[in-house]
């Protein structure tokens, strides 16, 4: 008779999460930012791609930040800050995944008022990171052409979670005889409607299509009616 108790408790913990997550995005309307939460397996390329998009950014005069969790090491906040952005590692110290809470601390300080763009790396795997809200405003979930085609139909929760697909690493299509139709099959499968871009982080043109993707995306998901942030209370 304990395992019905299990449950229980873990559906309680992740209704604390979700309430946590709500109040965040809240918070984060308020200030205007938009929060794009980066899935994908380890690997798939979400620091080289960030690193190009903060800069494409940058360039174009948004102001933009991020937030990378890993399970040990700075490397990846030492690569995106070569963006010129602000740059927050968070070391989960073997947890597979970020939680609200983590980014709520790591938030802290940042007048999120002058930040457009709030990108969070969730740490590399496939599963964790799509059942934890992290109050983002858009989940993109990256796949690369060295992964195998048949990801999406294995996960289809990190797919069908999610607003956005990447297919990356392009440029590495041919030499990995990538099928590129069944792939979009695949993901069409889990996530009807999903749009999906091909990119390759050594590509302009496909990362300025990113961008421009996220940029109306924000105008879609910024609320016009603005929240006063005393109203808000994270604990
Ligand atoms: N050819 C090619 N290589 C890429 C591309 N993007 C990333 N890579 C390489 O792929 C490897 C992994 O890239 P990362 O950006 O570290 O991948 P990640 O998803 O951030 O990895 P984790 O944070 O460990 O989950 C590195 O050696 C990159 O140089 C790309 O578009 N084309
Ligand atoms: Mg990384």
Known sequence: MTSP??????????NRHDRKAALLRRHFESTQTCVV???SSPGTGKTELLTEILSALISSGA???ALVGDCATDNDAKRLEASGAPVRQIVTEGLCHLEVTMIDQHVQGWDLNGI?????????NLVCP?????GESIRVVLLSVTEGEDKPLKYPQMFNSADLALI????????????????RTNIETVSPGIPILETSARNPESVQAVVDHLVQLRQRTLTTESVPTDSLSIT
């Open 5 to 14: 108790r299990v449950v229980e408790l873990r559906k309680n913990v992740m």
């Open 116 to 124: 457009d763009f709030l990108f969070i790396e969730n740490v590399g």
């Open 37 to 39: 939460n980066l899935v």
């Open 168 to 183: 990356t690493k392009m440029d590495l299509a041919g030499p990995c005889e990538f099928d590129l139709a069944v792939t």
């Open 63 to 65: 102001s933009a930040a």
């Open 130 to 134: 799509s059942a934890f809200d992290l």
